[in-house]
């Protein structure tokens, strides 16, 4: 029967990507609803060493496959390896980063292993079968076989994505097939403290390759050495939406950002305008963040922009209409002229 949390652990030349302790994190959380253990699944080339960085990150343990093939990531390899963990182990439900090697991988070994996969979820939550076995039963009127195939007391992952452009949050069981497959949108889950010295098992899993499986030459890789923003990162995110104006805004809430410790950011209609560059965009198709600090300047709160910030701790919004949607996430609200706003508050946070 399957059972247990697969997190895959994302690498990338030894270092863990953020969002494989962000998974992790909520992985315990549905562990513990489905009375399971979490593992992270860790492949690459001599890589054994990471697995307690992962158990103190939440993994009950760690299932090791390491091999030369898995040095860089390559999609032939890597999706042969985890085909066979899955194959192996018979999980419950395996969860990805919504990153381009989880994006690329995913839905590779999903057809593998003959599930499905939910894409770009944004919360997962774990729930009764009954539900979804009455809808079904009701419009089927099949319910013995319904309950013979899942019981009624199994459980199912509920995955939670945008569809229709943002415009519905859908919510996707799947029902019938086992693993429950999802790939995650980074920034969206919480990590939890790290419990240093926490104890777990590392097994090592040996995949046999060919040469065949190796489908790719790498002939050199090329590091980008341009020192992205990161916004995901930043405490305090100082956002501009169209009502700033002109770009040239952006100088004066770079001096707000400046002067409480955190980055600029943006809606996604001044990035479509060139006002400012792509990676600073939070949103359904931007970036989702969740610092202690969002101020909304300017902006309207669209959905999409919402989807992106709406985790944030503490939202601060500064909008001349006083019915803008932003003010339903706000934690405080300013109704007011930002270009007025902001140059009074660099002066009086210039004081301290
Ligand atoms: P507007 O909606 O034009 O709002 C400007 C606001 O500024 C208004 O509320 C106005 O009252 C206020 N204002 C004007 N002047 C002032 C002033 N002087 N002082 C104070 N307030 C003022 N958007 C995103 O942001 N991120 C995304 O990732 C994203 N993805 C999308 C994906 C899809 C598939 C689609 C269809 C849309 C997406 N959008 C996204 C676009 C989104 O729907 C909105 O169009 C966009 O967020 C609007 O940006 P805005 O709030 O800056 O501009």
């Known amino acids: 029967m399957s059972k247990d949390l697969y997190v895959i652990a994302e690498q990338r030349d030894g270092e863990i990507a953020k969002v494989t302790f962000e998974l992790l994190g909520e992985a315990t959380v549905l562990a513990a609803d489905l009375n399971e253990k979490v593992y992270a699944v860790l492949m690459g080339d001599k890589i054994k060493d990471k697995s307690q960085e992962l158990i103190e990150a939440g993994a009950d343990g760690v299932i090791v496959v390491e091999d030369p093939m898995l040095a860089e990531y390559v999609t032939e390899p890597y999706a042969k390896a985890l085909t066979a963990v899955i194959k192996n182990y018979d999980p419950n439900i395996v969860l990805f980063g919504a990153t381009s090697i989880g994006r690329d991988l995913a839905p590779r070994v999903a057809a593998r292993v003959h599930t499905g996969l939910t894409a770009d979820c944004t919360h997962l939550d774990i729930d009764m079968n009954k539900y979804f076995d009455f809808l079904h039963a009701t419009s089927t009127a099949d319910t013995a076989s319904i309950e013979k195939r899942l019981g009624m007391d199994d459980k199912t992952l509920k995955m939670t994505r945008p569809a229709f452009g943002g415009n519905v949050m859908a919510t996707i069981r799947c029902a019938d097939y086992r693993p429950q497959m999802a790939t995650v949108r980074p920034g969206v889950m919480k990590k939890i403290a790290p ?38 990162e930043a405490k305090v995110l100082v956002s501009g939406g169209r009502g700033i104006g002109s770009p040239e805004f952006y100088q004066e809430l770079k001096k707000v950002a400046d002067l409480l410790g955190g980055e600029i950011s943006s809606s996604r ?23 202690e600090l969002y101020m909304a300047c300017g902006i309207s709160g669209a959905i999409q922009h919402i989807a992106g910030m709406e985790n944030s701790e503490c939202v601060i919004a500064i909008n001349k209409n006083d019915t803008a949607a932003i003010f339903e996430v706000s934690d405080l609200g300013i109704v007011g002229d930002v270009k007025v706003i902001i140059p009074k508050l660099v002066e009086a946070l210039d004081k301290y």
């Open 195 to 232: 419990q240093a010295g926490k104890q777990g098992t590392v097994e090592e899993f040996k995949v046999e390759f060919t040469a065949a499986d190796m489908n790719v030459d790498i002939k050199e890789v090329v590091k980008d050495t341009k020192k992205a923003v990161d916004i995901t």
């Open 269 to 291: 209609a001044n990035v479509d305008a060139g006002w400012i560059e792509r990676d600073r965009q939070v949103g359904q198709t931007g970036k989702t963040v969740r610092p």
